[in-house]
């Protein structure tokens, strides 16, 4: 019984900086947008959460400084991509290059020591808590844990129930014809690439003030382009994200607790190895949809 | 042309203008940064530039392979770390003397990328998987299989990081004073690679899918063929600057050895617009960079990483202002046009 609330926990732990990610991923899906810039966002925001909760002695600057950072990343998208016309799939890379070498350049000149900087709390809800099993699941948590379920609930309604969520969808459907109907098509690619920063920033700032404490080079590991891997798998669903995020998570958690057995170089490769087979299995659907 | 050599220019003195302004903020001297940091690579150390522009070179022609064709192969990093492996295992293992030795081990190491690649074009052609994000999730694993590699299996005994023992000295890189002859294979490198893409059927073929692969179809191309093939040739060259890095430098496997070319490829390719000249002209550039970091780290006391952000800047820069001073002109060239219609 510990062993699967420890992997549900671990679970739930891994799949949220993908699950965060992916979101922003989503709404940027929504509006037509290739944006494979989240690595970079993420990164980004890991390392001003922790520059912030250092200088500032508060995690809640850190996660202002998180989403800081990671809208400064989302701008300087806008400029090249929106702005500037530039080709995305370029604009992505040369910004999760650029947040890579910035991070890397300013944690060799700014010290944090670990023990200096605060993390975010993790929440135990009083009542629940007592209660087996159930208590221990879904007690405890990092905030952002929480704040992650809010988000999918928040992202689900904005994309499907509001007028936003209509025009964002229309904006990656046909754009000529959001213009033409008289709505600005770029106004909204560039809030959905703000939306996207804000949850990017909060995705780091759970990499570096809720995993584990401070900001190590090149912290988020691929973990924004398994999120793009999730956003593709589902077409952009925010519920399908949701579940696809858990399963990462869950082979996360389940890597972690095969290190008894195999090398741990091995189980660090189970959630790339599972984003792999995620995808076969959904070139497999699509095929037999193609052919029926 | 002159116009696209101008372009360039102007995106990297603009970039170039960025790092001034972040060193300025830092209260550093700009002009005294720039000034040894070109002096070290061009001057005292040429040399070593030379040598450093081999893996760029090469993974960058990897890249710009890829791209110019049509495959969107992201996964330079981690064939580069296969190939270094393959190479350190028949360093390990082979017995030859110097002139077999070291074609064998520069074989070893394409044939290593080549599979890397291979499983993502496998992974294309049957199960279309976009390769995009496969080879991106390959470099993750290929990272930590060499890392478990050099760990357990082929770790040198009493050592405190992960990593190999020396390979044979008969399969070192020869050296002519400083000179790597790693830069030897990497010019021929480029010579064939120039000569495929502009002077043969499949290098034309190759263009023409990348530009527009229904008509290349229609015109009686085989262009699932080809993306095989380019997929295989471009993880050979990424491998083969695996096995340079490792025959010319260290001569064994440390850790994180291809961290620090593991993305220039890519960035020079894009930068280049998928031109092999340009790449090799690129590639060359960044390596003066790189070089020529520490020569700004050690007198201008401007940390080397610096470099890092500023060749993402020049990417980003570049790559705009190509878009954006084309329009410019094309707009420019229009209204000309008008006045001349109106008259």
């Given at each position: ?5 420890g992997?549900?926990n ?7 900086p993908?699950?965060l990610?992916?979101l922003g991923?989503?709404?940027t899906?929504?509006?037509?947008i290739f944006?494979?810039a ?7 925001g ?12 508060s995690?809640?600057?850190g996660?202002l400084?998180a989403i ?8 300087i998208?806008i ?6 016309k530039?080709d995305?799939f ?7 290059l650029l947040s890579?070498?910035?991070t890397?350049y300013?944690?060799?000149q700014i ?11 993790r929440?135990?809800?009083p009542?629940?808590?007592?209660v087996?099993v ?11 844990v929480?704040l ?11 994309v499907f ?9 229309a ?5 000529t014809c959001?213009d033409?109907s008289?709505v600005?098509?770029n106004?909204?690619?560039v809030s959905s690439?703000l939306i996207?920063g804000?949850?990017c920033g909060?995705?780091?700032a ?5 995993v584990?404490?401070g900001f190590?080079?090149g912290?988020s590991a691929g973990?924004g382009w398994i999120s793009?891997?999730?956003v593709i798998?589902v ?13 990462f998570?869950f ?11 195999l090398?741990?170089?091995f189980?660090a ?6 984003t ?7 070139s497999m ?8 | 042309?002159?116009?696209?050599i ?8 603009l970039?170039f ?9 830092q209260g550093?001297?700009p002009i005294l ?5 070109f002096?070290?690579?061009l001057?005292?150390?040429f040399v070593?530039?030379l040598?450093?522009s081999?893996?760029l070179?090469?993974?960058g022609?990897s ?5 110019a ?10 064939q580069?770390?296969?190939?270094a492996l ?10 030859l003397?110097?002139?077999l030795?070291?074609p064998a ?5 394409m044939?290593g ?6 499983i ?5 052609h ?7 994000i496969t080879?991106l999730?390959?470099?993750m ?15 040198e005994?009493d ?5 190999t023992?020396p390979?044979a000295?008969a399969?070192w890189?020869p ?9 030897l294979v990497m010019?021929?490198a ?11 059927t499949a290098g034309y073929e190759?263009r ?9 179809r229609?015109g009686g191309?085989?262009?699932s063929?080809n993306y ?6 471009t993880?050979a060259l990424a491998g ?17 050895m291809g ?7 890519i960035m020079?390719a ?6 092999v000249f340009?790449?090799?002209?690129f590639?060359?550039f ?5 070089t ?6 050690l007198t201008a ?6 470099i890092q952000?500023l060749?993402a ?5 570049v790559?705009?202002?190509r ?8 707009r420019?060239e ?7 219609l109106a008259?």
């Amino acid at each position: 019984m510990k062993i699967i609330i420890g992997l549900i926990n671990g679970m739930l732990t891994s799949a949220t900086p993908i699950l965060l990610a992916a979101l922003g991923g989503s709404v940027t899906y929504y509006a037509g947008i290739f944006n494979i810039a989240m690595e970079g966002m993420m990164l980004g925001g890991a390392f001003f959460a922790a520059l912030g909760s250092y200088y500032f002695q508060s995690w809640v600057v850190g996660i202002l400084f998180a989403i800081l950072g990671a809208l400064v990343m989302a701008l300087i998208f806008i400029l090249f991509a929106v702005v500037l016309k530039m080709d995305e799939f370029i604009t992505g890379i040369g910004l999760n290059l650029l947040s890579l070498g910035l991070t890397t350049y300013l944690v060799r000149q700014i010290d944090m020591p670990v023990t200096e900087i605060v993390p975010i709390p993790r929440i135990h809800i009083p009542g629940l808590e007592q209660v087996p099993v159930v208590g221990e699941i879904l007690s405890g948590h990092n905030l952002v844990v929480y704040l992650t379920l809010l988000a999918v609930i928040i992202i689900h309604y904005l994309v499907f129930k509001t007028r936003y969520g209509l025009r964002l969808r229309a904006s990656g459907y046909n754009r000529t014809c959001l213009d033409t109907s008289g709505v600005s098509a770029n106004r909204i690619r560039v809030s959905s690439l703000l939306i996207c920063g804000v949850l990017c920033g909060l995705a780091g700032a759970f990499l570096s003030l809720g995993v584990v404490e401070g900001f190590t080079q090149g912290m988020s590991a691929g973990k924004g382009w398994i999120s793009l891997a999730a956003v593709i798998l589902v077409s952009g669903s925010p519920v399908g994200i949701a579940f696809i995020s858990l399963i990462f998570g869950f082979t996360d958690g389940l890597g972690l607790f095969l290190q008894q057995d195999l090398p741990p170089q091995f189980t660090a490769m189970v959630p790339y190895i599972a984003t792999l087979v995620a995808l076969f299995v959904y070139s497999m659907r699509l095929k037999k949809k193609f052919n029926a | 042309m002159k116009r696209k050599i101008l372009i360039n220019l102007i995106g990297i003195l603009l970039a170039f203008l960025i790092g001034a302004i972040v060193m300025l903020i830092q209260g550093k001297d700009p002009i005294l940064a720039y000034a040894s940091l070109f002096e070290y690579s061009l001057g005292k150390k040429f040399v070593y530039t030379l040598n450093k522009s081999v893996p760029l070179v090469l993974t960058g022609l990897s890249a710009t392979v890829a791209f110019a064709s049509g495959p969107v192969n992201l996964g330079q990093p981690g064939q580069l770390l296969i190939g270094a492996l393959f190479a350190v295992i028949g360093g390990l293992y082979l017995k030859l003397p110097p002139f077999l030795m070291i074609p064998a081990l520069l074989l070893l190491a394409m044939i290593g990328g080549a599979l890397w690649s291979g499983i993502a074009a496998l992974c294309k052609h049957f199960f279309r998987m976009s390769e995009f994000i496969t080879t991106l999730m390959l470099n993750m694993i290929a990272d930590f299989l060499t890392l478990w590699a050099i760990s357990y299996p082929l770790f040198e005994k009493d050592a405190n990081h992960p990593q190999t023992p020396p390979i044979a000295t008969a399969a070192w890189m020869p050296e002519w004073g400083n000179l790597s002859s790693s830069v030897l294979v990497m010019v021929i490198a480029f010579g064939i690679i120039w000569w495929v893409m502009n002077r043969t059927t499949a290098g034309y073929e190759w263009r023409i899918s990348g530009q527009n692969s229904l008509f290349s179809r229609l015109g009686g191309v085989n262009v699932s063929k080809n993306y095989v093939l380019v997929m295989l040739l471009t993880g050979a060259l990424a491998g083969l600057a695996g096995g340079l890095v490792l025959m010319a430098g260290p001569h064994r496997f440390i850790k994180d050895m291809g961290a620090n070319y593991a993305w220039d490829g890519i960035m020079i390719a894009m930068v280049a617009n998928s031109g092999v000249f340009l790449t090799l002209i690129f590639g060359l550039f960044f390596a003066v960079l790189q070089t020529g970091a520490t020569g700004m780290q050690l007198t201008a006391l401007v940390p080397r990483e610096l470099i890092q952000v500023l060749q993402a800047v020049i990417v980003l820069i570049v790559v705009a202002g190509r878009g954006y001073f084309e329009t410019l002109f094309a707009r420019r060239e229009a209204r000309r046009k008008m006045k001349g219609l109106a008259k």
